[in-house]
Structure formats: structure tokens, C-alpha cells
């Protein structure tokens, strides 16, 4: 009986260091999304169509869309095609074809960009920690918790 009292004990602590090992890992990742996002809003803020909106949304702006054209609204069904990156270049997501969502399912820094748009629309946005998955892990598996996102979006439709 003693012999397993011990060997749970083991187990038990070896499973406290072993989490926090993860914790600090995404402590470091956390540190250097945070550190990355500052640097590159910093180096890129005089760029011509780049801009941070109060939030902490940033973006480039390579086209605004047709000005005649209709804007998303918070419950607006979007078709668009993009392209989702971390601050290490690694593709997290994509859709080359047309892919559609309804605007109030995306995540906030998506909810907050596109009603700004026209449909033809196409930008880089770059979204902190909270206006991405934060902390959460169970919406794609190659998303570490507090990652600065990446979009390439080309906004193609929006009907209401």
C-alpha cells in the first residue's frame, strides 16, 4: 500500500512540473507575440495604408473595395479567400477557393475590420492576442494560446 502512495506522489509531481513547463512555454510565446506586435506596428507606422485602430487592430490596406459596392454588417454572411499565418510565418489556416462565413461567428478582429470594407476588398491585418483566440485552444490545434494573428483577406461578397 505504501508503494503506491509513493508512486502516485511521483506521478503527481512529475505532472505538476510537466505543466509548468507548458505554462511557461506559452508565457515566452505570449511574451513574444506581445514584443512582436509592438516592434512591427512601431516600424510600420508611417507606411502609407497602414493603420491601428484604438482597439489595437492593425492593418495594411492594399485596396478598399468598390465604393459602390455594399459593406458587411455585424450579421452579414461574408465569402472570402485568405490566408492565416503566426508572427513565425507558419500557415495556422487558408482558403485559396472561396470559403463563407457568417461575420458574427469570426473572431473580434475580424468583426471589427470588415464592416470598414467594400466588397473587392483586400488587406493584411494583424490581430493582437485578444482580438484573436486568446487563450483558447480548442479552435485549431496549430494556434498556440496568446498568438498574435496574421489574415491576407480578400473580401469577395457580403450580402446581409
Not at 516592434?39 to 495604408?49: L, Q, W
Not at 492576442?129 to 480548442?138: E, R, S, V
Request: charged share 15%; proline share 6%.
Amino acid at each position: 500500500m505504501k508503494r503506491i502512495s509513493i508512486g502516485f506522489f511521483v506521478l503527481f509531481l512529475a505532472s505538476l512540473l510537466f505543466s509548468a513547463c507548458q505554462e511557461n512555454i506559452y508565457i515566452d510565446w505570449k511574451l513574444a507575440n506581445e514584443k512582436w506586435m509592438t516592434n512591427f506596428v512601431a516600424a510600420h507606422k508611417s507606411d502609407s495604408n497602414f493603420y491601428t485602430t484604438a482597439s489595437g487592430l492593425s492593418y495594411h490596406l492594399y485596396y478598399a473595395g468598390y465604393p459602390k459596392e455594399r459593406q458587411p454588417n455585424p450579421g452579414s454572411d461574408i465569402l472570402v479567400t485568405y490566408k492565416g499565418t503566426l508572427i513565425n510565418d507558419s500557415v495556422f489556416d487558408q482558403a485559396t477557393v472561396p470559403a463563407a462565413f457568417t461575420l458574427s461567428k469570426t473572431i473580434p478582429a475580424w468583426r471589427e475590420i470588415m464592416p470598414k470594407l467594400h466588397n473587392g476588398a483586400h488587406l493584411k491585418i494583424y490581430a493582437p492576442t485578444a482580438l484573436a483566440y486568446d487563450t483558447a485552444t480548442t479552435y485549431l490545434p496549430k494556434i498556440p494560446p496568446y498568438s498574435a494573428l496574421i489574415f491576407d483577406i480578400t473580401l469577395l461578397e457580403s450580402q446581409y
